[in-house]
């Protein structure tokens, strides 16, 4: 396969927060490989800031070392990486306080794509956004990029957007979903919508129910008294699993542009019924083998928080009338993996037989750890003995058909920030679609809260709570076994 890098134009990337965790962990090393790969040129820069004191150098070693530990030995050429540290520089800022904004003025250049990416807490987005207009920084054409957390309800969500919306237009604010960013899911897009094959069966006449997973084997770590906040319901579903399940449900869009897609997800999020409470399962992961639980790691032994939810919802529209969408995402399960199963219908008519068991097409879309989707089918198994029915994988992983350059899927982050300098808004949130999943959120979080309810226990190790397992056999359907 012919490499198709297209360079984008000249840029200054601001990364307020260019010392913390997500820029060493994701936004450096990201902007690292699309450098090497030749998309972004020597004509960008990364401008690092935050309050901290660090000279361009002494900013270029903090940078050097969250390569070396992030990215591969492998893809870590020395030239290239000398290269890369050319363009980076710093300034020293502090987002609440004057100190820092006249050199960034001056550091920035006004003839290139300017985007500035907020990778601090979300209280500081309403300060910087004033700032940067304050100093002169901002005109048209700058970009911003905010990272999740958006707002942790409707109310704070609709003042994080007036805020910003003060000081740019909407099509200047680009919030990252970095799900969205994902090699596969896109390439869901493509399965469902650049084929004539999957979309006459993509309702509820052929579809028996979907079932997103994104399960984790990690507990909640060092980010407790965030997550403790939160719960699984803000932290995961809200956004991520929300995004993936509008991509599923969403009707074909006139055409490939932000605002035909978005305006596609929104009218799923809309059509989303309310959750009664039978249809929810919370859980909280107990202690194990010496290993704390939740509520040891939170440090909060009253904690009424949730590390696992699992849910039937349902999109109340003529597509998916009666289908149920079964969501789950948890910490400390079984096994790393995301993933979207779309279960078929059994064949109207078994013409087999009892004795062939009952097959079920499963179309299964892998967002980690295996990119990748793949179509379950049913064949006659080889060999004498009679019609014996067995399931096979189609398997439609890239890297066969493709070749060894499509198994180098890039980091959702590259190409989201690509997109950014490009100025495509297709796989970011907009205003309005981040404003409806917390209004669909919001009553369901009130009625657990209102109702005192405690997640249920559940075991380290396992697939969460055992009524999670019930919210699908009480109608005869079961979970997807969580594995690698
Ligand atoms: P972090 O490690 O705590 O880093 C925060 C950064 O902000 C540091 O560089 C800090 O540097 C800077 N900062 C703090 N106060 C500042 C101020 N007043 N003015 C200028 N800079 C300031 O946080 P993080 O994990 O990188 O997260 C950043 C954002 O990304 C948060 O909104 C978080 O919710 C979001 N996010 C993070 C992850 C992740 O994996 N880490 C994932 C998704 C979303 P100084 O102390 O030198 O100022």
């Known amino acids: 396969m012919v490499s198709r890098v297209i360079p984008v134009d000249a840029f200054d990337l601001v990364i307020f927060g260019g010392t913390g965790d997500l820029a060493r962990r994701k936004i ?19 401008i690092g800031a935050s309050r901290s004191e660090h000279s361009d150098d002494e900013y270029r070693a903090i940078v050097r070392d969250a390569l070396e530990e992030f990215v591969t030995k492998a ?21 609440m306080g004057t100190g820092g904004w006249k050199k960034l003025a001056k550091t920035v250049r006004k003839d290139v794509i300017n985007a500035f990416y907020f990778s601090v807490a979300p209280s500081l987005f309403g300060a910087l956004a004033e700032r940067l207009h304050e100093h002169g920084i901002a005109h048209e054409n700058t970009r911003i990029v905010v990272e999740k957390p958006f707002g942790r309800d409707l109310e704070s969500a609709r003042a994080l957007n007036a805020t910003l919306a003060e000081h740019f237009d909407e099509t200047q604010i680009y919030r990252i979903d970095h799900y969205l960013g994902k090699e596969t899911v896109q390439n869901l897009m493509a399965v469902r919508f650049a084929n004539v094959l999957f979309e006459p069966l993509w309702n509820a006449q052929y579809v028996d129910h979907i079932q997103i997973t994104v399960a984790e084997t990690v507990g909640v770590g060092g980010r407790g008294t965030y ?51 039978h249809h929810i399962v919370r859980g909280q992961y107990e202690a194990k083998s010496g290993e ?10 009253r904690s009424l928080s949730e590390s696992f939810i699992a849910m039937r919802v349902h999109v109340s529209n003529w597509r998916w009338a009666d289908t149920p969408f079964f969501i789950r995402t948890g910490k400390k399960l079984k096994a790393r993996q995301s993933e979207i199963a779309v279960v078929f219908k059994d064949a109207p008519h078994a013409i087999f037989g009892q004795k062939a068991g009952t097959h079920r097409n499963i179309l299964t879309i892998r967002l980690q750890p295996n990119e990748g989707i793949n179509l379950g089918v049913t064949i006659k198994e080889p060999g004498p003995g009679g019609m014996r029915l067995v399931d096979v994988p189609l398997d439609m992983t890239f890297a066969d058909a493709l070749g060894p350059e499509a198994e180098e899927v890039r980091d959702a982050y590259e190409r989201l920030i690509m997109d950014v300098i490009r100025g495509n808004q297709t ?9 409806a999943a917390w209004a669909w959120t919001d009553p369901i979080i009130e009625g657990w809260e209102q109702r005192g309810e405690a997640p249920k226990p559940y075991e ?18 079961k979970w997807r076994e969580i594995k690698e």
């Open 28 to 46: 450096l090393p990201g902007l690292f490989r699309r450098f090497a790969a030749g998309q972004m040129t020597d004509d960008a820069r990364v």
């Open 460 to 477: 380290p190790g396992t697939s969460g709570p055992e009524d999670a397992q019930m919210l699908l056999m009480r109608d005869g359907r």
């Open 227 to 277: 997550y403790d906040k939160s719960g699984a319901m803000r932290d995961m579903v809200q956004n991520h699993l929300m995004q993936l399940l509008c991509l599923i449900a969403m009707e074909p869009p006139s055409r490939f542009s932000p605002d035909s897609v978005r305006d596609e997800k929104l009218k799923v999020i809309r059509a989303l019924e309310p959750v009664p409470s």
């Open 75 to 95: 893809e870590l050429d020395p030239q290239q990486v000398d290269g890369f540290l050319n363009l980076v520089h710093f300034v020293t800022i502090d987002a």
């Open 427 to 435: 796989l970011f949130m907009r205003g309005d679609e981040v404003e």
């Open 292 to 301: 704390p639980s939740y509520r040891d790691d939170v440090e909060n032994p």
